[in-house]
């Protein structure tokens, strides 16, 4: 990657731990402060959620977002919907005006306008990096994560704490690029990708979405805390490192408990990623340290 | 309900019961017996799955289901599929047929087609009750559970063991009646309606599935015996009985380990149900015993 091209990758991480960052220090929820960021990240072309989501194989968008709070297990997910400008705003919306946890299609698409949901025409969602992927996986059959030459993921997540205790855990994408058939990936799906509960911790995960479903990885980590005593660290280590690792699933996830000491881990060469515990303080990073 | 009604649900679940256990005395898998136990779960017109799922909003069909192999961990899923005769038929062909573990809609029904999956005319699904508890559910303007009347749960599931040591778990499911905006609930969800892995346990869930996936329901019962070192049952309690339960999850779960001794639990009034252990010794129950 050119060195301009990894600064606006800095530079929009910053931006998000900016905007969710404020929001805590002003008081403001951990499920504010998730939303926002991801919106942020959702918003920029860079990033495989929202604007910039991968094309679908037959030239679509199809995202899917998941939001869950700690202090009550709340949760709201949507999958395969297009055109909504930010699907993370839809999950919340799922979450907090309908009965249900997760919502798919055309469906969700008719409760995100019955909740006046902001869409977006097409050509929003066109960027010419995605674009070409498309093309390129097309020309060789292939169906593929975002991050095929550099290994980074592209899939959005946030995760927080807030002056009240409570975590909260959000994940945005727009799944595999030239994906077919209706794939879901983990992100939507409640302990596969998205896990958020006081008690233990807060989970976001990016990474080839097959195996972090058959591996339930978000929940995964709770349980290792909960059930096993394991630190935060070592229950994540465990999940990314020992069991995802080694059975093919490359990807990572970032997590806080309620010590406020963040763990952003993968298995991967990089992980575009970004952390932030005091203020005017931003750390964001790409490759391993 | 009346007599004549209850000895027609004992005999479906002792056909579901002889299709898969005769697989399973000719040293067939556990996968093929679960399949062959939903298949005629869901040929039959009593229960909320296939032939007899309940209608959505719109009148019409979404079915959902799901399959886990214990010895590898595999699994496939569709959710909110129409026309399609035996959804669990589908799963399995994700599971086997493609590298993804959950497809959903008009793109899984695409793929169903492409693996000459068998379809029915909207008429086969049709059944009287059903017909009658929706639009009962639309006067009333409620989105409901196919057990209104009697608390017992209609989606359908089935695990098994085979010789070879390896248990499976399959589960089928209409959801909920009067559902809207393609809502999914816990039966397609691995780890939340559907689980297996040798090391712990089989599980197929049925009941208020929003409540289900916020619990991670299959995956916390393998969890509690692998982390905490819980027996099947008392994981099976801890979970339906102590988490579920006093959070208003509604339901229930049939599961099973490699020592063969199968776990039925609900919290309910009752849940259909069957086992067999050995040979031309069926049993099977609608309520508490």
Known sequence: MRPEQEKEYHHALKAALESGYNILQAGGSSLDAVVAAVESLEDCPLFNAGRGAVFTNEGKHELDAAVMLGNSRAAG????????????????????????????????????????????????????????????????????????????????????????????????????????????GDSPLIGAGTWADNTTCAVSCTGHGEYFIRAVAAYDVACLMEYKGKSLRQACEEVVMRKLKPAGGEGGLIALDRTGVPVLIFNSEGMYRGWQTMPGAPNTAIYGD
Do not use: C
């Open 77 to 184: 997910a949507v999958a395969s919907v297009s055109g909504v400008r930010n699907p993370v705003r839809l999950a919340r919306a799922v979450m907090e005006h309908s009965e249900h946890v997760l919502l798919a299609g055309a469906g969700a698409e008719q409760f995100a306008k019955s909740r006046a949901i902001a869409f977006e025409p097409e050509d929003y969602f066109f960027t010419r990096q995605r674009y070409d992927q498309w093309q390129e996986a097309m020309r060789e059959g292939v169906v593929q994560l975002d991050h095929r030459d550099d290994k980074k993921f592209g899939t959005v997540g946030a995760v927080a704490l807030d002056n009240a205790g409570n975590v909260a855990a959000a994940t945005s994408t727009g799944g595999m690029t030239n994906k077919r058939f209706g794939r879901i």
